[in-house]
Structures are given as C-alpha cells and as structure tokens.
C-alpha cells in the first residue's frame, strides 16, 4: 500500500475518531521508508543553482544533507545528473543497441556494450533508470541475436550483470530460459560458461522467486554435469559452487518462506558425493578448496548428508586443510565452518573429535587470534562439538580450550559475536562436566563475564547469565513476567 493510501485511510478514521487504528496508522506512516523521484531531486538541485547562486557540487551536497534529514532514501537517485547528464549517454545506448541486435550489426555493438556496462558500474540508481528503460529487454535481444559470436556475447553478459547486480528484479521467464540455453550450449567455452554462470548469480542474490524459477528450470543438471566433467576448468567449478550456495540461500526479506532447505537438500543429494571428491582431485589449489568447503556446509543440512561426508573421507581432508595450511585466514575459517555444520550428526560429531580435530581447532583459534572471523567460527565449533557430550567438553579441556576462550573475550570484548559465542562453549563445556568447569573460574571468568554484560546489556543477557549459572556463580536473574497481585474472580 502506498504512503496516499495510508494517508486517505488516516484521514477517514480521524474524522470518525477510530483512536486505536489511527494510532497504528501513525506508527506505520512514521516508519515507511520515504522515496521521491529523479525529477523531484533534480529540481532541489536546480532551485539551489538558480535561486540560492550555488555552485552545482554545493548543491548536490545541499540538496542530499536536506533529504537525509527529512529520511528520505536516495539509494536509486543519480546524485551528479546536474553534472553529467548520463541519462542521455545511458538511453542512447540502449537505442543503438537495439538497432544492433535487429539488424545484427554486432561490430558496432561492441562499444557501446562497453560504454554501457562503464555507466551502469557507477551506482545503482544508474541501473534502476536504465532497467526502466528497456535496458535488460535489449540486453537480452543483443544476447539472442549473437549466442555464436563470443566476442560480442562475452560483453554483452558482462553488461547484464553489472545491471542486475542488485537489481535482480529485472529477470523473467525469457531470462531463465535464456540462462538454460546458454548453459546447455557453451559447455565448451570456459570463459562464456563462467559469465553465464556470474550473471545466473547476480539473479540469486535477495530474491526468492528468482531462485525458484532458476532451480525448476532443471539448470542444477547443467551444474552437476559441470562438477563430473574431469578436465573442467578451476574457474569454471568456482562459479559453479557460488552457484549452488547462490541457490541455498534464504535472504529475501519479502518473503516470509522460501525453498533454501529444499534446494539445499535436493542439490546435496544430486551432487555432495562428487563435490566431495573434488576436494582431493584440487587439493592443491586453497582456493577452490575453499570454496568446495563452504558449498558442502551450505548443502549439509540433514543428518544423512554429514554421514555422507564423512563416509567419503571428508574429514580426513579436513585434517590435512588444516596441516597444509596453518597460516592462511580464510580457509581456515572455511573449514571450521564446514565442521560446525557436520556437528548437526552427533555421530559424526563424536567422530571429529575422536579423529583429533579438536587440538587443531584450538590450535587455529590461538594462531590466527587477530582474525575475529577465524575467532568466531573457531568458538562456535567448540560449542557445537561439545553440545550435549560431555566426552567432547573433555577434550577440549585437554587440549587448552579455557584459555583460548578466555583470551578470545579479553581480544574482542566489544564483539558481540565472539562473546555469544564464547558464552555458548562455555554452557557447553560446563554443564555437564561441574568440576572441569572450575578451570574457567580460575581464570577469572566470572569478571570478564560481568563485564560483557555490562557492555552488551540486553542484547546478550540471556546468553551470559546462564554461562554464569552453569558456572555456578552468582547471577541475577530477572523475573520478566509478573502478575498485578489481584484477586481473580470468575464472572
């Protein structure tokens, strides 16, 4: 509903004094997010320039500090049009293009898919104006009219993806299946698959309907097929496993359910087994490793695909990820959050530990300390192993876990991610195993704890009151639901 039409209902209920519903009338008219048009815009910066003598950069400076004071959001405003008209370079080209693609005059079509994709790499409101242009029906005409001529497709999907890169609302029907062919069709071209495959991701990104549409297009065949060939290219199986994550995701605020579970649950059963198997035949190459990682975390979400995993020798691989590679941050953090997700198995949890992954955990956590990422990943792994097992908590005793703890929140005492997390293995590690927990008394947990509390208030008080308790230190605890003290009656 639009701000008019809550404003004429606000008014109809003012005049027959409906109190309440113009109370939340009011709340919800306060909170909407206020937009205006380019045209709007263009004409504060205009009256600035001649009513007032300023200088065009003083004021678009002007003209955005009065709109950012009354909340306005000018995400999809082109700032500098006073500047630099763009808009006429922008709708120029997407008529030129247009001719191209009719007539099939691709040499001319180069430049301007070059000029085009410049402008619409600037700023989002360039691609807001462009898309509602006509600019991803050309785009896709141009695409069409040039599938077997690479070096004008090859740009012209470079240029739909930096229009969609967050404005995937553009994709339809024509779209999807154009992707399909594509992919079907260029199995060959490394270089126009991993294009192909950029742009299909771009569409994924905060939007649940799109990544529907693409999964039920059957593209996951084409990616899977990708993933078995043996000669395919590392860049190209990159693409395919932000692919796969692209399509497991459930970041869409618009929609209250979406499908990531059963994407995620699908795609694992078609494609785990092999991507499991990827991670020894590019052992080499911490990259790719990395991004097979965190496809397999994303894709384990039931306990039969964390056996699976295991069965294939993951966590052998796992083992020799954190050998080989002591020093590097990010795949590091990739792995711990691979096995935090492996943790949801509580057989595969108990064999983790029994492998002897538990010290290298320790043992990154306390090498890699200045990473709060690493740090983060590294607790939240301690928690999960040692949930509910209180085996596990012991051998994380063993191996030092107290004090990397400790010194996690001493590091980042502001970080509210590292202390939830820190608070959630030290509930773990402590409630089934009272005299062990002493150690962390020891230490003097029981201040650094207060004073999170202190810091975080609110936000973390649940988690740390009741690592506090499964301590069993003094805690306050709140009694958040109290009654009046009156006497009930039954009428």
């Known amino acids: 509903m639009s701000l008019c039409q809550h404003l004429t209902i606000f008014e109809r209920h003012r005049k027959r004094k409906n109190f309440l519903y113009l109370r939340l009338l009011h709340t919800l008219i306060a909170n909407m997010v206020r937009v205006i048009t380019q045209e709007t815009y263009d004409e504060v910066v205009r009256e600035n320039i001649e009513e007032f003598s300023m200088a065009p950069e003083e004021a678009i400076k002007d003209a955005i500090k009065q709109f950012n004071a009354q909340g306005v959001d000018l995400s999809n405003i082109i700032k500098d049009l006073s500047l630099n008209n763009t808009t006429d370079d922008i709708i120029s080209f997407i008529k030129k293009l247009s001719e191209c693609a009719k007539t099939a005059e691709h040499q001319h079509a180069l430049p301007l898919l070059n000029k085009l994709k410049v402008e619409l790499d600037k700023d989002m409101a360039r691609r807001v104006f462009a898309g509602k242009n006509r600019a991803y029906e050309t785009l896709l005409e141009v695409i069409n ?8 497709l090859r740009p012209a999907l470079k240029t739909i993806t930096s229009l969609m890169t967050g404005n995937p609302d553009l994709l339809d029907e024509d779209g999807v299946n154009l992707q399909k062919s594509l992919l079907d069709t260029n199995h060959n071209d490394p270089q126009t698959l991993q294009l192909v495959l950029k742009w299909i991701r771009e569409c994924c990104i905060k939007h649940e309907v799109n990544r529907q549409k693409i999964f039920s297009a059957g593209i996951l065949n084409n990616l899977k097929s990708i993933l078995s060939e043996k000669d395919a290219k590392v860049s190209v199986v990159k693409e395919v496993c932000v692919v796969l994550r692209a399509l497991t995701l459930d970041d869409d605020v618009r929609h209250e359910y979406g499908k990531a579970h059963e994407h995620a649950a699908t795609i694992a059963r078609e494609t785990l087994h092999t991507i499991t198997e990827l991670l020894s035949t590019y052992k080499t190459d911490k990259v790719i490793v990395g991004e097979i990682m965190l496809t397999a975390a994303s ?3 039931r306990n039969e695909f964390c056996q699976e995993f295991e069965d294939a020798g993951g966590l ?8 080989n590679y002591p020093e590097e941050e990010k795949i590091n953090w990739q792995a711990l959050k691979l096995i935090k997700n492996l943790a949801g198995n509580d057989d ?16 990154v956590i306390s090498r890699l300390k200045t990473s709060e990422a690493v740090v983060t990943a590294g607790l939240s792994c301690i928690s999960a192993l040692t949930l509910r097992s209180s085996s596990n908590a012991g051998v994380f005793y063993d191996c030092g876990a107290v004090s990397v703890i400790i010194d996690a929140i001493k590091t980042y005492p502001n970080s509210s991610n590292v202390i939830q997390q ?5 509930r773990n590690m402590s409630v089934r195993n009272q005299q062990e927990s002493k150690e962390f008394v020891a230490f003097g947990i ?20 009741a690592a506090l308790r499964d301590l069993g230190l003094q805690v306050n605890l709140r009694e958040q639901w109290t009654g009046k003290g009156r006497a009930l009656t039954n009428k």
Do not use: M
Not at 422 to 426: V, Y
Not at 446 to 462: R, V
């Open 145 to 152: 009219s040039c599938k077997d001529t690479s070096y004008i």
């Open 299 to 301: 894709l384990i979400v």
């Open 316 to 323: 052998q691989f796992i083992l020799d990820v954190f050998t």
């Open 348 to 363: 595969v949890k108990a064999h983790i530990v029994t492998s002897g992954i538990a010290p290298l955990i320790i043992y």
């Open 422 to 426: 820190a608070a959630w293995a030290i």
């Open 446 to 465: 029981e201040e650094l704890l207060n004073n999170a509390l202190k810091t975080h208030g609110t936000n973390l008080e649940n988690d740390i009151k």
